[in-house]
């Protein structure tokens, strides 16, 4: 592990012209980091099988990018929950059963992990509050965005001033589904059949999971803005557990998107 490169993450054009000043934030990918094999680059997932220190290396290298120590660096043990935690002064390292964080502490790094699902990043730069969450289809379906906002406006954020971006998920051609997950969705909104094209396969459809993620943003009254970058095809760059499943590969890596209000 003698690669000593720094990672260099993605940025959102809406948080860093509007909110440059409040937070420091990336959509880290593949780049910066020592794993090898399927893993290989700067896979952050604890829950992978990669080896433990690799992982422990490449989040500290997260870390480092924000000037930070690796104990700041907040994550959580993502179960596709609407569940949001709050981060303070306090943190001591924990990873409790939820999907997105807030935080108003300077100094504190929010990270979540994906690949595939929809990593999302806020910021009232205004009250300089913070918030990322990680959207797969039950929390982009289910309120983890909404859970987050409302976590925000509790430590004094407004939804009109909060800004958020979704980085680097799987988009709308790539993600192939079946008739029973498309009608999963119709029974909770029938508008939501216009997230959904027919696929090549008799039956199936296309899922655009970033449109109704930034779809739901907006409703929730916030600025929202899409990356458009899809994880499936550029493997240089991203992990995908789509693309893992359809290799038949053992496991896969996550990157990370993270968020930090300055100090």
């Known amino acids: 592990m003698t690669d000593q490169a720094l990672p260099s993450p993605i940025e959102s054009p809406l948080l860093a012209e509007r909110a440059g000043h409040a937070a420091r934030h990336g959509f880290f990918t593949r780049a910066g980091g020592v794993s090898e094999g399927i893993y290989r680059g700067l896979n952050v997932g604890l829950g992978s099988k990669d080896e433990r220190e690799r992982v422990e290396e490449n989040r500290a290298r997260v870390a480092r990018w924000f000037s930070v120590t690796p104990d700041r660096l907040a994550t959580v043990h993502q179960v596709h929950s609407p569940d949001v935690v709050l981060v303070d002064e306090n943190y001591d390292g924990a990873r409790p059963q939820a999907d997105a964080m807030v935080s108003a502490t300077p100094g504190m790094v929010l990270g979540v992990l994906s690949a595939d699902c929809g990593p999302i990043l806020f910021c009232d730069p205004e009250a300089r509050v913070a918030g990322a969450a990680h959207a797969g289809w039950k929390g982009a379906l289910y309120g983890v965005l909404e859970s987050t906002v409302a976590a925000m406006e509790r430590l004094g954020a407004k939804r009109e001033n909060i800004l958020a971006s979704l980085g680097p998920s799987i988009g709308r051609h790539n993600y192939e589904v079946g008739p029973e997950f498309v009608e999963r969705f119709l029974s909770v ?75």
């Open 189 to 263: 909104d029938k508008d939501y059949g216009r997230y959904f094209t027919l696929s090549d396969k008799p039956g199936h459809a296309m899922f655009d999971l970033p449109g109704l993620t930034t779809q739901r943003l907006a409703d929730a009254g916030v600025t929202a803005e899409n990356l458009d970058i899809c994880t499936y095809p550029d493997e240089d760059r991203f992990f995908s557990y789509r693309r893992t499943v359809h290799r038949q590969e053992p496991d896969y890596g996550r990157q990370i998107s993270a968020i930090m209000i300055r100090g």
